[in-house]
């Protein structure tokens, strides 16, 4: 079955970090750009950061700038998200997404769910002391 596969989520204090990964099970991240949305209790689902595995570049979310990291493993075909000094408001369900062909990762934000080719079951990731 081709999907994605999330892990990496938990509980952790303010200025902490975690660390996300993703693997695409079933097939390959060569021509998709991956990434992460999350959603936290109701607020709307927030574009987090997204790698495009065809020329490298990456786009992030202001609020991320400086603190969250994306990378990639292309031998093992994961997406990482190092996410360091995490606060309250991070907190959220984090899903892994894959668009195939995007032309510019600036348009990550504006994605519809059914324009998504594969999206992970999410992973909790909890901020709090």
């Known amino acids: 079955e081709m999907q994605l596969v999330e892990s990496g989520g938990g509980l952790v204090q303010p200025g902490g970090s975690l660390r996300l990964s993703c693997a695409a099970s079933g097939f390959t991240f060569d021509d998709y750009a991956v990434g992460w949305y999350r959603q936290a209790p109701g607020k709307e689902r927030e574009a987090v950061t997204c790698v495009n595995f065809r020329d490298g570049s990456t786009y992030y979310a202001d609020s991320m700038k400086g603190r969250f990291t994306i990378s990639r493993d292309n031998a093992k075909n994961t997406v990482y998200l190092q996410m360091n000094n995490l606060q309250p408001e991070d907190t959220a369900v984090y899903h892994c997404?894959?668009?195939?062909?995007?032309?510019?990762?600036?348009?990550?934000?504006?994605?519809?769910?059914?324009?998504?080719?594969?999206w992970g079951q999410g992973t909790q990731v909890s901020v709090s002391s």
């Open positions: 997404a894959a668009v195939l062909r995007i032309a510019d990762v600036e348009s990550w934000p504006f994605f519809k769910s059914y324009e998504f080719d594969y």
